[in-house]
């Protein structure tokens, strides 16, 4: 099986930088997707981490590292549309199956 | 947590035949259920959005007389890939909206062969 842990509230405020932290334990691993989740919203894609090391891409960043079974979300420069909630996803090995974590429901405040 | 149970968890079926994906919530009505497709090593694509005694709204791309959804109660929608064909072969995942958060179904691994 899969365990997945993620802070379940964060706050910060509007300008700053946040990370979230992800934590898994899993039988064979291939990849690690984060995704954004606006309230009522279907989720959308933000990242996908395959090797060890920080992937950038515009405000967002995340990192992995495969031997630790521990990701990040840094989300920079934070707008007030930001807030939502980020679901953190191992990706099984030899399985197209995603394990979503329960999502950090971060709030951004003036 | 809500619980999203979605069955079969895997299917292996001929070109030319239909499948039906069911997506349930266990303990939560949903009055809204997403449902997605992954190709491998891709990010999960959405595909419709399945409304309860409404007609489900569909993505750019998807073949609405395909993908047949039905959302007849508000603890269960179905997805049926109709005709399929390799190339529908693909993980497809539902989820359900509780307490203004999303759980997903463990997804259906479809093989057409």
């Known amino acids: 099986g899969q365990n997945i842990d993620q802070p379940t509230e964060m706050t910060a405020t509007e300008g700053a930088i946040v990370q979230i932290n992800c934590t898994y334990q899993?039988?064979?691993?291939?990849?690690l997707f984060w995704y954004q989740q606006h309230a009522g919203e279907a989720p959308t894609f933000l990242s996908y981490?395959?090797?060890?090391g920080l992937e950038e891409k515009g405000r967002f960043s995340s990192f992995l590292s495969r031997s630790k079974g521990y990701s990040y979300l840094l989300l920079k420069e934070l707008q007030m549309k930001d807030s939502a909630s980020y679901l953190c996803a191992p990706q099984r090995a030899g399985s197209y199956q995603l394990t979503f974590g329960k999502g950090t429901k971060l709030s951004v405040i003036p | 947590g809500a619980v999203v149970s979605q069955h079969p968890s895997w299917v292996i079926c001929k070109s030319g035949t239909s499948v039906k994906i069911e997506c349930r919530s266990l303990d939560f009505q949903a009055t809204t259920m997403f449902w997605y497709r992954q190709f491998p090593k891709q990010s999960l694509m959405l595909m419709a959005t399945s409304n309860e005694g409404s007609k489900a709204t569909y993505e750019q791309g998807v073949e609405k007389d395909k993908f047949l959804i039905n959302h007849a109660s508000l603890t269960l929608s179905t997805l049926t890939v109709t005709s399929a064909h390799p190339e529908d072969s693909s993980f497809y995942i539902c989820?359900?909206?509780?307490?203004?958060?999303?759980?997903f179904g463990s997804g259906t691994q479809l093989s057409v062969l």
């Open positions: 899993t039988s064979g691993f291939n990849g």
């Open positions: 989820s359900a909206s509780s307490m203004d958060k999303l759980f």
């Open positions: 981490n395959v090797l060890d």
